[in-house]
C-alpha cells in the first residue's frame, strides 16, 4: 500500500526559513514523481511542482517558480518542499501526492502539512 | 495557462438522486482531465482520470465523460459520505503547466 506521510504542522514568522518532508513507503520509490499542491485556507488546490525522484527532473508551475524548492533524498524516501523566506500568504495546506510516469494527476496523497506564518 | 472552470459553484441534492458537476476548460485538454474527492479536513482523493476511467476502489456511481473542453462528473445515485468538494484538474501540457478547477461543493439536501 502506498502511503506518504508529511512533517508538521508548523508555525513560522514571516522572513524564516522552513523546509517541510514527505515521507514514501510501499512502492518503488524512483517509479513514480512526487507533486507538491497548495491549499489556502477555504481556498481549492494548486499545482506547485513535481520532482522525479530517478533523476531529480522538477518542474515547477510558473506561478511557484523561484518562491519554493523542490528537493528529494532517495537514500530516505523522501521529497521536500522548502521556502528561504516566509511570507504571511504562505499560509496553506501543503500536500505531496505520487504522479504516475506518463500522467498528470495524482493518484496518492499525503495527509497534509498545515503551514502558518504570523508576526 | 489553460484555466478549468467548474460549475455550479454548490448543488444541492436528495440522497438517491443524480448530482451532474460540469468542469469547462478555456483551450482543449483532450481527455488529459482528472477528478478529485475532498471531504472536510481531509486530503483529495483521486476519482477519476483520463476522462472516464475510475480510479481503484472508487464506486461504480462515479462516473466521469466529456473531451475537449467540456467534461462532466456524475454521482448516479447520491449517498450521504458523497458530501465534498470535487475538483477537477487538467494535466494536457508537458512541460506541466497543470491547473484545477475552483472546486464544486456538493451538499446533501
Redesign the interface.
Known sequence: EVQLDQSGPYVKKPGESLKISCKSSGYIYTSYWIGW?RQMPGK????MG?IYPEDFDT?Y??SFQGQVTISVDRSINTAYLQWSSLKASDTAIY?C?TRPRG??????????TRVTVSS | ?IVMTQSPATLSVSPGERATLSCGASQSAGT?L?W?Q?KPGQ????LI?GASKR?TGIPARFSGSGSGTEFTLTISSLQSEDSAVY?C????Q??????????TKVEIK
Request: proline share 9%.
Open positions: 499542491v481549492g488546490l494548486e499545482w513535481i518542474r508551475s510558473p500536500y501526492a500522467w498528470g494527476y495524482f493518484d496518492n496523497w499525503g495527509q497534509g | 495557462e488529459n482528472a478529485y475532498q486530503a483529495p482523493r483521486l482520470s480510479a475538483y484538474q487538467q494535466y494536457y508537458w512541460p506541466p503547466a497543470w491547473t484545477f478547477g475552483q472546486g
